[in-house]
Structure formats: C-alpha cells, structure tokens
C-alpha cells in the first residue's frame, strides 16, 4: 500500500530530526549541562558516605543525606580557610625571586633574534603584547558592570550546582529505577548488571584520584621539602592539582617543578641550580612512576583495563576538541564504552553477557 512506502523514510525523518533537535539542545544549554556534569561526579562521590550512615546507624535516607550535605558545605569553606594563609606566606618568600626572574626575562627580550637572514625584535613583540593586555584591562575597567556581571552570573551556577548536588544525593535510588525502567522486563537483570558494572567503573576511578591526588599532593611536598626546594607545600598543591588531568598533568607539574628550581636554588643543598633543577625534576618522575606502577592500581584496581596508549591519546582528542571538563573524566568514560561494547558485542554473537544462575528449583529432576 501507498502507506507503506512512506512509513520508513518518515521514521528515519523523524529520527533525523530528534538528533538534530537533541545536538542543538546541548549546545544551547551547554553551561547547564556542564553544570549538571559537575553535581553529577560531586554527588557521586558523596554518595558511598550516605551508604554508610545509613547502615551504621538508625538515620533515614534523607537524615543521612543533610548530613553529608553539611559536612560538604563545611568543608567547602574550611579547606580554603586552611589553605590560603599557607599559600600565602609560601608565595611571599618565591615574589623576591620571580622579580629576579622577570629582570632577566627583559634583559633576554632586549637582544635581537637572529634567525638566518632575519632579525627579530623581541623587545618589540613584548612591547606590542604588553599594550594589547593594557589595552584589555583598560577595557575590562571600562565595561566593569559587564565584568560584575560575569561574576555573579558564576556564582549563579555555582549555586545551580549546589542545589543539582544535592538533589542528586537524595533521590539518586528514583535515578536508577527511572533509568531501568527503559529495559523490558526481559532484560531487566541486564539493565541492573550493566549500571551496577558501570557504577564500579566510575566508583574505582572518581574515588580513587581523590585517593591518588592527595598521595601525589603529599609526595611531591614532601620530596621537595627534603632537598629544601622553596614554596615546597605550594609545589605539592600544584603537583596533586594537576594530577586531575591524566597523563599530562603529572608532566605539567614536573615541569613546573623543575623551573622553579632552576631559578629559586635549593635552601642548603650546596649544588648549582642547574644539578639542583635535575634532582627535582627526577624526583617528579620517580614519584609519577611510584604512581603509575603502585599507588594506581592499588587504589583503583584493575576495573579500568585500558591501554596507556588508548588514555593518551583519549586526554589529547578530549582535550583538543571538547575542553577540560571532558578531559578529566575521558578515562571512566573510555572504560563505560568498552563494557557497553562488550555487551552489545555478545549480543550480536548471541550469547547471554549476564546470564542468571539457575536454582535448584528450576533445574531439570534428572530421568529414572
């Protein structure tokens, strides 16, 4: 019939037009989404404390949830608290130094260039882009209500993502009965297998930097501080920070490292700055490699099987084409696409990837 004909390309219209719809949606309502992302990874390491008021003591769901929800809040404003005072003094002892380093900084722009048959002014290009960043500044001083609000347009989202949070804490069992209840009753055991796998996945990842920034964050100021390396808490902070990013933050931080070294000196080695730079720098590196051969699979354990090659490349794509907030998380993401092909692999073969294991009820009374 002439209905037929027109039933498959209007499915695949219709089809086409929800994508397009969908695409246009999550660019429109990017920061939204990037907001929810963030409420979404901070609930979801809170979460596993909830589970353990809850079957520690005799508090409901929700008591368990304001609790944890407050202890988030305090600590939210304790550790800058703590932390800026340090970061402070630290920083004041490094200002001497940095002038130092900004003095020789002209001095090596003031030479020209010479690059075969053509001369370069450095002293000019500086010049030029220090007008443009005083031009810049003057314009942001100049248009300060739009710069007032950007911040209170931030501080908007960061309310945003303080009320996701915990609205994702508390009604995260509704989440995972709403997200199950896409599967026929037919696959249901498959829907609650393939979260609960993924739900280890992200688990063992999200909990587990928390884990391995801190112990980076320690070693890495701890080590600096024995070689009497100034500003060494700073140094650590900066190291367990960027220990976020995978593969190339730990890079980044040894590098860091090993250029302020370089111009600060140690406190009492009696090296030159640049043997002191290299003790430094190899320091950075044993750490990363303590990290990478002892503390990571320790701490996240062996749920998150991907090749290095595969997380490089994963960190460099994410990082080139979608931004930072993807990038921290391209390793958990990797993993769930890997145990989502896996799924849709054995099923293609025909083969059962959770199969439910037979009682002794069901099974077959063997013949007389």
């Not at 320790?298 to 998150?304: E, F, I, S, T």
């Amino acid at each position: 019939m002439p209905t037929n004909n027109w039933e498959q390309p209007l499915r695949y219209l219709i089809i086409s037009f929800v994508f397009l719809a969908t695409v246009w949606l999550i660019a429109t309502l990017q920061p939204l989404i990037s907001s929810l992302v963030v409420a979404a990874l901070l609930a979801y390491i809170l979460h596993p404390l909830v589970n353990v008021i809850i079957s520690h003591t005799r508090f409901s769901h929700t008591a368990a949830v304001n609790i944890v929800y407050m202890l988030f809040l305090l600590l939210l404003g304790a550790v800058p608290a703590m932390l800026v005072p340090v970061i402070l003094e630290q920083t004041k002892g490094l200002s001497p130094d940095f002038e130092y380093m900004a003095g020789q900084l002209q001095l090596f722009t003031e030479r020209p260039l010479i690059i075969g048959p053509l001369t370069l002014s450095l002293e000019t290009i500086v010049a030029d882009l220090s007008t443009s960043i005083a031009r810049t500044f003057g314009d942001i001083a100049t248009n300060f209500a739009y710069v007032l609000a950007g911040i209170s347009t931030n501080f908007l989202w960061i309310l945003v993502i303080m009320v996701l949070v915990y609205y994702l804490l508390k009604d995260s069992r509704r989440l995972t009965d709403w997200l199950t209840g896409f599967f026929s009753s037919r696959y249901q055991h498959h829907a609650q297998q393939l979260l609960a796998e993924i739900d280890s996945i992200w688990g063992s990842f999200l909990r587990g930097q928390l884990l391995l920034m801190l112990f980076v964050g320690v070693l890495s100021w701890l080590g600096a501080s024995i070689v009497g390396m100034p500003g060494a808490f700073v140094i650590g902070l900066i190291a367990g920070i960027l220990d976020i990013i995978p593969s190339l933050g730990p890079t980044l931080a040894a590098v860091i490292a090993a250029l302020v070294a370089l111009f600060e000196g140690s406190s009492w080695l009696p090296v030159s700055n640049i043997f002191f730079a290299l003790i430094v720098l190899g320091i950075f590196l044993l750490i990363q490699q303590i990290e990478n051969i002892w503390l990571r699979p320790a701490v996240m354990g062996r749920r998150l099987k991907l090749h290095p090659a595969i997380v490089l490349v994963g960190v460099f794509t994410s990082l080139a084409l979608f931004g930072i907030l993807v990038t921290l998380i391209i390793i958990p993401l990797l993993a769930t696409f890997s145990v989502l092909f896996r799924y849709f692999r054995l099923r293609i073969r025909g083969i059962d990837p959770y199969p439910q294991p037979v009682l002794p009820a069901q099974a077959k009374e063997p013949a007389p």
